[in-house]
């Protein structure tokens, strides 16, 4: 497992892309990596309405921070399409249900300082919410993160921690 941590977030995040379904919706997971270890992720539903649509065969790009003249930050996927265009899916943080977005930063930021993914999972995988919807999401978030576990992450048996407040 890498131990630095970085403060500050770079501009551009390589990204993977994992996309993944949660009974008969799409998800995708956008996963912006830090030296090939997850930083941050953005999590929705595969939508061409609301959500994001993308091809079938991208599963790589970056994600790119934008800071607005108001101090507001805006997140952007960019990637190469087929052809060899760039192509920018913009706001990715304006485009999904605000509670997963809320879940998500939250997730991020034990990323960000390093929290061994195997006690991210933990975490995730115990946290008890309401409805089916979001509980589904957390299914696809640990799925998404369990790729990145190195073998000797998953030797490891993260620590026994007491579930009640």
Request: proline share 5%; no cysteine.
């Given at each position: 497992?890498?131990?630095?941590?970085?403060?500050?977030?770079?501009?551009?995040?390589e990204c993977?892309?994992?996309?993944?379904?949660?009974?008969?919706?799409?998800?995708?997971?956008?996963?912006?990596?830090?030296?090939?270890?997850?930083?941050?992720?953005?999590?929705?539903?595969?939508?061409?309405?609301?959500?994001?649509?993308?091809?079938?065969?991208?599963?790589?790009?970056y994600?790119?921070?934008?800071?607005?003249?108001?101090?507001?930050?805006?997140?952007?996927?960019?990637?190469?399409?087929?052809?060899?265009?760039?192509?920018?899916?913009?706001?990715?943080?304006?485009?999904?249900?605000?509670?997963?977005?809320?879940?998500a930063?939250?997730?991020?930021?034990?990323?960000?300082?390093?929290?061994?993914?195997?006690?991210?999972?933990?975490?995730v995988?115990?946290?008890?919410?309401?409805?089916?919807?979001?509980?589904?999401?957390?299914?696809?978030v640990?799925?998404a993160?369990?790729?990145?576990?190195?073998?000797?992450?998953?030797?490891?048996?993260?620590?026994?921690?007491?579930?009640?407040?």
């Open positions: 497992m890498p131990s630095e941590i970085t403060e500050e977030r770079p501009v551009s995040l993977d892309v994992v996309k993944f379904q949660n009974k008969k919706e799409k998800w995708v997971a956008f996963v912006g990596l830090l030296n090939g270890y997850p930083y941050e992720i953005f999590t929705g539903v595969l939508d061409d309405e609301d959500g994001i649509a993308l091809p079938k065969t991208v599963t790589k790009g994600i790119v921070k934008h800071i607005n003249e108001d101090g507001s930050k805006r997140y952007d996927f960019t990637f190469v399409n087929r052809r060899g265009y760039k192509t920018t899916v913009e706001g990715l943080s304006e485009r999904f249900n605000k509670e997963y977005w809320n879940y930063k939250l997730i991020s930021g034990i990323l960000r300082y390093r929290m061994p993914l195997t006690h991210v999972i933990k975490l995988s115990s946290l008890q919410l309401d409805g089916e919807d979001i509980n589904n999401w957390t299914n696809g640990v799925r993160l369990k790729k990145y576990i190195t073998p000797s992450e998953a030797t490891e048996e993260p620590e026994e921690t007491n579930d009640e407040p």
